[in-house]
């Protein structure tokens, strides 16, 4: 669970060491960047009040006309800004890495794109069987999002897998757990786009369905998923029309490889503790 809901104060302090050891030493990119945004984020809610100076739409301008505070307001933009940047990245990072172990997976992806026109039509590129079902398993394996949902239990509790939880209680889950699931997708760790392209039982395909749950489900799901899935089916495709991605020092023999998930930190979003390297050369097509 996250440090920063239930620590607020343990990660101030956190935060405050950060500042100072940065100022002794000169090191801290991170408190650097953070506080850059700040100043940034702040000044566009200034830009935000001025009728001649703001932009023509922002969701900035649109809480800023709300019936609440200013500092809310900045709040809530600033949270429609952060998400979404570094899960759909590393979810991006690890479909090239996975596919530059698969020539003949990238391959059969570059043909179906190539007959498709590279079109960059949204509708069309989800109806590309192979590209879906590579940004599917990408999200899924990667499991980038690996944050606990944190619910509270409603007044006169509720019945959970048999147990009673009391109203009140705090109760999480992290999506990793079902992604991750061995039953619903058995060998987890493996980047297996097929799975989700073989027909193996309606009650294995209901089960994929119902772990599927990167960006949570129902009324609580994530308001960017639709986003996520534009930026990862464009950036896909556009990055194979113009590249070819293999791994650094391959031979002209290539052998596939089935890419397993790398070692990684699993903290809000996972990031891996190595360099997911490869090597990019102009495609002919």
Known sequence: MSLHTNFPSIMRMCDIIGEVTSRVTGW??????????????????????????????????????????????????????????DTTSATLAHILWALSLNQSLQ??????????????????????????ACVKEGIRWTGAASAMLPRIVPTGGSLLAGRQIPGGTMISSSPIWYLHDETAFPEP??????????GDGEDSVTLRSDYYIPFSKGPSTCIGNHFAYLELYLSVSQILKKYRIQQPGKSTINVDVEATLPPRLEWVAAVPIGKLQVVVSKRLL
Not at 28 to 42: M, N, P, R
Not at 116 to 121: G, R
């Open 28 to 85: 801290g990119g991170s408190s650097k960047s953070s506080k850059e945004f700040e100043e940034w984020a702040s000044e566009q809610l200034k830009l935000a009040a001025d009728s001649e100076k703001a932009p023509e739409m922002s969701f900035l301008k649109v809480m800023a006309g709300e019936r609440i505070s200013p500092g809310s307001a900045l709040s809530e933009s600033k949270e429609m800004l952060g998400p979404g940047t």
């Open 189 to 198: 760790n493996y980047y297996r786009p097929n799975r989700w392209l073989e």
């Open 107 to 132: 391959d059969d992806l570059v043909s179906d794109l190539k007959t498709a026109n590279w079109t960059t039509d949204m509708t069309e590129l989800e109806s590309i069987p192979r590209l879906a």
